[in-house]
């Protein structure tokens, strides 16, 4: 196994075994090592999707997919135009003969 899967692994257990804390613990009210690791990935994750989801807002705002939009349409109708011009001559072209 290479450390990537033992890490993958590792973390799978973990987040297991937090869903398999005793009653006599949670009872207590004690934080444990689970329950404080688990928190950390709440939190984190927390965060994450928190950054990626403003990044989203910010590209979609700035118009990024209109201009695409746009540059792509502005393209096929100018490749369009010259495909029909050949077509055409070619088409002239073989009736001729």
């Known amino acids: 196994m290479n450390k990537t899967q033992v890490l993958a692994i590792s973390l799978i257990l973990?987040?297991?075994?937090?869903?398999?804390?005793?009653?006599?613990?949670?009872?207590r009210?004690?934080?444990?090592?689970?329950?404080?690791?688990?928190d950390?990935?709440?939190?984190s994750w927390?965060?994450?999707?928190?950054?990626?989801?403003?990044?989203?807002?910010k590209a979609r705002n700035t118009g990024v997919e209109d201009k695409v939009k746009e540059i792509?349409?502005?393209?096929?109708?100018?490749?369009?135009?010259?495909?029909n011009i050949i077509s055409d001559q070619v088409y002239h072209w073989w009736n001729k003969k």
């Open 14 to 27: 973990l987040l297991i075994s937090t869903g398999i804390e005793s009653y006599r613990i949670q009872k």
């Open 29 to 38: 009210e004690a934080t444990t090592y689970f329950s404080q690791a688990r």
């Open 40 to 43: 950390l990935l709440h939190s």
């Open 46 to 57: 927390d965060q994450f999707s928190g950054k990626t989801q403003e990044l989203i807002e």
């Open 72 to 83: 792509y349409e502005q393209g096929t109708r100018t490749v369009s135009t010259y495909v």
